[in-house]
Protein backbone atom coordinates (compact mmCIF):
# COMPACT_ATOMS: atom_id res chain seq x y z
CA UNK A 1 0.00 0.00 0.00
CA UNK A 2 1.43 2.99 -1.04
CA UNK A 3 1.93 6.28 1.30
CA UNK A 4 -0.65 8.01 -1.10
CA UNK A 5 -3.18 5.45 -0.26
CA UNK A 6 -2.63 5.20 3.50
CA UNK A 7 -3.82 8.72 4.23
CA UNK A 8 -6.69 8.19 1.97
CA UNK A 9 -7.82 5.23 4.37
CA UNK A 10 -7.04 6.94 7.23
CA UNK A 11 -8.78 10.27 6.20
CA UNK A 12 -12.02 7.84 4.80
CA UNK A 13 -11.50 6.87 8.32
CA UNK A 14 -12.19 10.59 9.80
CA UNK A 15 -15.13 10.97 7.72
CA UNK A 16 -16.62 8.44 8.43
CA UNK A 17 -16.47 9.20 12.45
CA UNK A 18 -17.27 12.56 12.00
CA UNK A 19 -20.66 11.04 10.23
CA UNK A 20 -21.45 9.45 13.89
CA UNK A 21 -21.23 13.09 15.62
CA UNK A 22 -23.31 14.98 13.16
CA UNK A 23 -27.04 15.70 14.70
CA UNK A 24 -29.85 15.37 12.70
CA UNK A 25 -30.98 18.79 11.15
CA UNK A 26 -34.65 17.85 10.85
CA UNK A 27 -35.80 17.60 14.14
CA UNK A 28 -35.68 21.89 14.30
CA UNK A 29 -37.16 22.06 11.45
CA UNK A 30 -40.44 19.64 12.03
CA UNK A 31 -40.46 21.23 15.59
CA UNK A 32 -41.29 24.03 13.63
CA UNK A 33 -44.00 22.60 11.65
CA UNK A 34 -45.90 21.73 13.94
CA UNK A 35 -46.08 25.74 15.62
CA UNK A 36 -45.89 28.11 12.69
CA UNK A 37 -47.72 25.32 9.92
CA UNK A 38 -47.13 25.00 6.35
CA UNK A 39 -46.32 28.51 4.96
CA UNK A 40 -44.33 29.59 8.28
CA UNK A 41 -42.42 26.42 8.00
CA UNK A 42 -41.72 26.11 3.88
CA UNK A 43 -40.00 29.96 4.91
CA UNK A 44 -38.15 28.71 7.98
CA UNK A 45 -36.68 25.52 5.38
CA UNK A 46 -35.53 28.10 2.74
CA UNK A 47 -34.01 30.05 5.79
CA UNK A 48 -32.19 27.14 7.19
CA UNK A 49 -30.43 26.11 3.76
CA UNK A 50 -29.53 29.24 3.21
CA UNK A 51 -25.63 29.80 4.68
CA UNK A 52 -24.98 32.39 6.63
CA UNK A 53 -22.31 34.99 4.86
CA UNK A 54 -19.88 34.71 7.80
CA UNK A 55 -20.30 30.96 7.23
CA UNK A 56 -19.49 30.82 3.67
CA UNK A 57 -16.80 32.99 3.86
CA UNK A 58 -15.06 30.74 7.03
CA UNK A 59 -15.98 28.03 4.85
CA UNK A 60 -13.75 29.05 1.74
CA UNK A 61 -10.54 29.99 4.13
CA UNK A 62 -10.82 26.12 5.53
CA UNK A 63 -11.07 24.29 1.90
CA UNK A 64 -8.13 26.86 1.38
CA UNK A 65 -6.19 25.97 4.52
CA UNK A 66 -4.57 22.39 4.01
CA UNK A 67 -2.57 23.36 0.67
CA UNK A 68 -1.79 27.44 1.56
CA UNK A 69 -1.16 26.62 5.54
CA UNK A 70 -0.04 23.74 7.26
CA UNK A 71 1.39 22.22 4.52
CA UNK A 72 5.11 21.19 5.17
CA UNK A 73 5.02 22.81 8.88
CA UNK A 74 6.30 21.08 11.90
CA UNK A 75 4.87 21.13 15.30
CA UNK A 76 4.89 18.82 18.39
CA UNK A 77 2.23 17.66 19.44
CA UNK A 78 1.56 16.99 23.78
CA UNK A 79 -0.74 13.79 23.89
CA UNK A 80 -1.82 13.59 27.26
CA UNK A 81 -3.76 10.54 28.35
CA UNK A 82 -6.34 10.14 30.91
CA UNK A 83 -10.11 9.78 32.15
CA UNK A 84 -12.16 12.69 30.97
CA UNK A 85 -15.62 13.75 32.15
CA UNK A 86 -18.01 12.06 29.90
CA UNK A 87 -16.07 9.73 29.11
CA UNK A 88 -17.64 5.95 28.22
CA UNK A 89 -14.23 4.24 28.83
CA UNK A 90 -14.55 1.55 31.32
CA UNK A 91 -14.76 3.13 34.94
CA UNK A 92 -11.34 1.58 35.86
CA UNK A 93 -9.74 2.88 33.05
CA UNK A 94 -6.52 5.26 33.59
CA UNK A 95 -7.17 5.23 37.42
CA UNK A 96 -4.00 5.37 38.18
CA UNK A 97 -3.24 9.21 36.59
CA UNK A 98 -2.42 10.87 33.37
CA UNK A 99 0.71 9.41 30.82
CA UNK A 100 1.82 12.09 28.13
CA UNK A 101 3.79 11.70 25.19
CA UNK A 102 5.44 14.03 22.91
CA UNK A 103 5.28 13.22 18.94
CA UNK A 104 6.83 15.20 16.59
CA UNK A 105 5.16 15.71 12.88
CA UNK A 106 5.27 17.49 9.48
CA UNK A 107 1.69 18.17 7.57
CA UNK A 108 2.89 17.26 4.64
CA UNK A 109 0.71 17.80 0.56
CA UNK A 110 -0.65 14.83 0.25
CA UNK A 111 -2.55 14.61 3.16
CA UNK A 112 0.03 12.62 5.23
CA UNK A 113 1.86 13.38 8.49
CA UNK A 114 5.38 12.48 8.31
CA UNK A 115 6.85 11.21 11.84
CA UNK A 116 9.63 13.48 12.62
CA UNK A 117 10.61 12.44 15.76
CA UNK A 118 8.88 9.31 17.60
CA UNK A 119 6.51 9.57 21.15
CA UNK A 120 8.23 10.22 24.07
CA UNK A 121 7.58 9.33 27.30
CA UNK A 122 7.41 13.12 28.93
CA UNK A 123 4.88 12.63 32.53
CA UNK A 124 3.33 10.16 34.51
CA UNK A 125 3.94 6.46 34.88
CA UNK A 126 5.00 6.34 31.35
CA UNK A 127 8.53 8.85 32.00
CA UNK A 128 9.04 6.92 35.14
CA UNK A 129 8.88 2.98 33.68
CA UNK A 130 10.15 3.97 30.23
CA UNK A 131 7.38 2.62 28.30
CA UNK A 132 7.90 2.76 24.99
CA UNK A 133 4.66 3.44 22.09
CA UNK A 134 4.90 3.34 18.69
CA UNK A 135 2.73 5.13 16.05
CA UNK A 136 3.25 3.98 12.50
CA UNK A 137 1.78 6.62 10.46
CA UNK A 138 -0.45 9.72 10.52
CA UNK A 139 -2.94 11.89 8.56
CA UNK A 140 -4.89 14.87 8.42
CA UNK A 141 -7.24 17.47 7.21
CA UNK A 142 -9.24 20.84 8.11
CA UNK A 143 -12.96 20.11 8.27
CA UNK A 144 -15.25 23.35 8.61
CA UNK A 145 -18.58 23.04 10.35
CA UNK A 146 -20.83 25.83 10.91
CA UNK A 147 -18.59 28.69 10.38
CA UNK A 148 -15.65 26.79 12.58
CA UNK A 149 -12.51 25.15 11.50
CA UNK A 150 -11.09 22.19 12.87
CA UNK A 151 -7.82 20.28 12.63
CA UNK A 152 -8.05 16.94 12.36
CA UNK A 153 -5.34 13.98 12.57
CA UNK A 154 -5.79 10.49 12.84
CA UNK A 155 -2.67 8.30 14.18
CA UNK A 156 -2.07 4.86 13.50
CA UNK A 157 -0.28 3.19 16.62
CA UNK A 158 0.56 -0.37 17.59
CA UNK A 159 -1.05 -0.38 21.00
CA UNK A 160 -0.08 1.56 24.34
CA UNK A 161 -0.28 0.11 28.14
CA UNK A 162 0.60 2.13 31.21
CA UNK A 163 -0.34 0.72 33.91
CA UNK A 164 -3.98 0.67 33.36
CA UNK A 165 -4.34 3.51 30.95
CA UNK A 166 -4.09 0.75 27.65
CA UNK A 167 -5.52 1.07 23.85
CA UNK A 168 -5.52 -1.36 21.38
CA UNK A 169 -3.96 -1.19 18.52
CA UNK A 170 -5.81 1.20 16.21
CA UNK A 171 -6.70 4.58 15.28
CA UNK A 172 -6.43 7.77 17.71
CA UNK A 173 -8.24 10.89 16.52
CA UNK A 174 -7.20 14.10 17.61
CA UNK A 175 -9.62 17.07 17.06
CA UNK A 176 -8.67 21.01 17.47
CA UNK A 177 -9.61 24.27 16.70
CA UNK A 178 -8.02 25.95 13.86
CA UNK A 179 -8.03 29.75 12.59
CA UNK A 180 -6.96 29.96 8.74
CA UNK A 181 -4.27 30.37 7.13
CA UNK A 182 -2.23 28.98 9.53
CA UNK A 183 -2.96 29.18 13.20
CA UNK A 184 -3.92 25.92 15.52
CA UNK A 185 -5.38 26.94 18.82
CA UNK A 186 -3.53 27.04 21.87
CA UNK A 187 -6.01 25.73 23.78
CA UNK A 188 -6.97 22.18 24.54
CA UNK A 189 -7.87 19.23 21.65
CA UNK A 190 -9.82 15.95 22.13
CA UNK A 191 -8.30 12.69 21.42
CA UNK A 192 -10.58 9.86 21.16
CA UNK A 193 -10.95 6.65 20.05
CA UNK A 194 -13.99 4.62 18.31
CA UNK A 195 -15.11 1.30 20.40
CA UNK A 196 -18.38 -1.15 19.94
CA UNK A 197 -20.78 -1.23 23.23
CA UNK A 198 -22.51 -4.78 22.69
CA UNK A 199 -20.93 -5.81 19.74
CA UNK A 200 -22.78 -3.54 17.21
CA UNK A 201 -23.04 0.03 18.86
CA UNK A 202 -20.03 2.22 17.37
CA UNK A 203 -18.90 5.02 19.82
CA UNK A 204 -16.89 7.50 20.42
CA UNK A 205 -14.93 7.36 23.70
CA UNK A 206 -12.72 10.13 24.83
CA UNK A 207 -8.77 9.39 26.30
CA UNK A 208 -7.74 12.61 26.77
CA UNK A 209 -6.58 16.01 25.08
CA UNK A 210 -3.60 17.36 23.21
CA UNK A 211 -1.54 20.25 22.69
CA UNK A 212 0.19 21.50 19.27
CA UNK A 213 3.51 23.75 19.32
CA UNK A 214 5.20 24.93 16.37
CA UNK A 215 8.57 23.78 15.66
CA UNK A 216 10.35 26.14 13.37
CA UNK A 217 13.45 24.24 11.47
CA UNK A 218 16.34 25.02 13.77
CA UNK A 219 14.47 23.31 16.78
CA UNK A 220 12.96 20.77 14.72
CA UNK A 221 14.99 17.64 14.96
CA UNK A 222 16.91 16.08 12.32
Known amino acids: MTRLTRAHTLLAVLASVDALRTPSALAPASLAVARVGRRAAASLAVET ?11 SR ?48 DGTAT ?28 DQDRGACTLRMVLEHQGLEVSDCVLDPGELSLAIPF ?43 G
Open 62 to 109: CREAPTASLSGATHRLRLDFGRETGTWMPPRWSQSGRHEFTLDVRTED
Open 179 to 221: FPPATISRKEGLMSIIAYRFVVRKERRLVGVWFAEPLDDASAP
Open 49 to 59: RRPHLGARAAA
Open 115 to 142: IVEPPRPVRGLALATGIKWAVDRAAWRV
